[in-house]
Every structure is written in structure tokens, then in C-alpha cells.
């Protein structure tokens, strides 16, 4: 007795069909998760209010760079990682020798850059000493004896006399401060990983129909994911 199988289709063909099809599949979702994340975090740091420049700083790469792969991933990070990271976890600062943090008060001003202003760049621009004062009540001051200007910034006295010469606090002295938490980064994450294996099925059957030549019928197979 002589027996004798054919499969068709060509079981080989329609095997490597199904895994270009996977692969394609994979790979479009993991850049359609990359870019959702990146998408997201850089809508909760502007959010914040903490500015489209840092917003920029999230950046979001899918490997493998070209081609396709079942084992494609997905890499989302910030180009700022410590400033974004702060924001992100809220954590205690200290200062780095010990001593005191200095927070500076609106008389103090902008630093050089825009941002903000160390006790030894203000005694440099303004050509004035800054005197300790302790208070046992409250956090201790860095002061000047000057003035106000107009714009409310502690400038030099110009009365030879003294008059109109007051104390002015420049900078609040304490021994550590607590960032508060802006951000929630592993939300969007978690949300953004659950909706994947949803992204692979839909993109698979996308491409499946694809390579088997059939339209594809975007009402017939709808992909939905949401929010937590």
C-alpha cells in the first residue's frame, strides 16, 4: 500500500508567511508603544509646567534600527535623566557639604543663564557682601545692606549718606528641602504595556492579510485600549 500526502497550500510558504507577518507585526507595535510613551510623558511634563524644552528631552528608539524582528523592542528615555527622574520621584536634597541650601528670593534675581542664582555669582554681579543671619524661628537669611531697585532686585546703595540703605533677605538658608512630585512616569508606562499584546494582534492581522493578497478590512478587526 502506497500512501501520499499533499498539503495545500504549501505548508513552507504559508509558514513564512505567518512569521513575516509576525514580524512585521511586532515591530509596528513596539514603534507604535514607543511613540505612545514618548508621546505621553512628554504631555505630562509640559503639563507640569515644567517647559516644552524638557518635554523635548524624551526621546524614543525601536530595535532593531531597520528590519523586522519577533524580538523587537523598544527604548524609551529622557536626554535630561536626573532633572526628569527629580521630578518623577520627588526626592529630599541636601546640600553636598553639609551646611545649608540656599533658595533664593526674589530680590535675588535670575542667575547668568536665566535660572537660578548661587550666593557667590550674586556678591560677583552685584559687588556686594551677603551677611548670615540666624533666626531661631524659621530658616536662616543670607541678607545685603542695600536696596530695592524698581524691578524689586537688591542692588548697592548709591547715597553716601546711608539713606534709603535698608537690610534686604537675598537668599533662604536650609538644611535640606523635599522636590515635590510632578510627575508619574510608571503610569503611562503600565498603560502603555498593557496595550501591547492588543498592538501585535492588530498589526498581524493587518499584514497577514496583506501577504495573503485580501483587503484588509479595517471595521472588521478593530483594535481598543484604555487608559488606566
Do not use: C
Request: aromatic letters at 6%; charged letters at 25%; zero cysteines.
Amino acid at each position: 500500500m502506497r500512501l501520499k500526502l499533499d498539503v495545500t497550500p504549501d505548508l513552507v510558504a504559508t509558514m513564512a508567511s505567518e512569521i513575516a507577518a509576525g514580524e512585521k507585526a511586532v515591530s509596528a507595535a513596539m514603534r507604535e508603544a514607543g511613540s505612545n510613551l514618548k508621546t505621553a510623558w512628554r504631555g505630562q511634563i509640559t503639563g507640569a509646567g515644567l517647559g516644552r524644552r524638557l518635554a523635548n528631552s524624551i526621546r524614543s528608539q525601536t530595535y532593531p534600527k531597520s528590519g523586522e524582528s519577533l524580538n523587537a523592542a523598544a527604548l524609551v528615555w529622557s536626554k535630561a535623566p536626573e532633572i526628569v527622574g527629580a521630578h518623577d520621584t520627588g526626592p529630599l536634597i541636601r546640600s553636598k557639604d553639609g551646611f545649608w541650601l540656599a533658595i533664593p528670593l526674589e530680590a535675588a534675581g535670575k542667575g547668568f543663564r536665566g535660572g537660578r542664582i548661587a550666593p557667590g555669582e550674586w556678591e560677583r554681579r552685584r559687588g556686594l557682601r551677603l551677611r548670615f543671619v540666624y533666626r531661631r524661628r524659621g530658616p536662616s537669611l543670607l541678607v545685603a545692606d542695600g536696596r530695592l531697585n524698581t524691578r524689586g532686585l537688591g542692588v548697592a546703595s548709591r547715597s553716601k549718606t546711608g539713606r534709603g540703605r535698608s537690610t534686604v533677605p537675598i537668599f533662604l538658608l536650609v538644611p535640606q528641602v523635599r522636590l515635590p512630585k510632578r510627575l508619574d512616569l510608571e503610569r503611562d508606562a503600565e498603560w502603555v504595556i498593557d496595550a501591547v499584546p492588543g498592538l501585535v494582534v492588530a498589526n498581524w492581522v493587518e499584514n497577514h492579510w496583506k501577504i495573503a493578497g485580501k483587503p484588509y478590512d479595517q471595521g472588521h478587526f478593530k483594535h481598543s485600549s484604555r487608559r488606566h
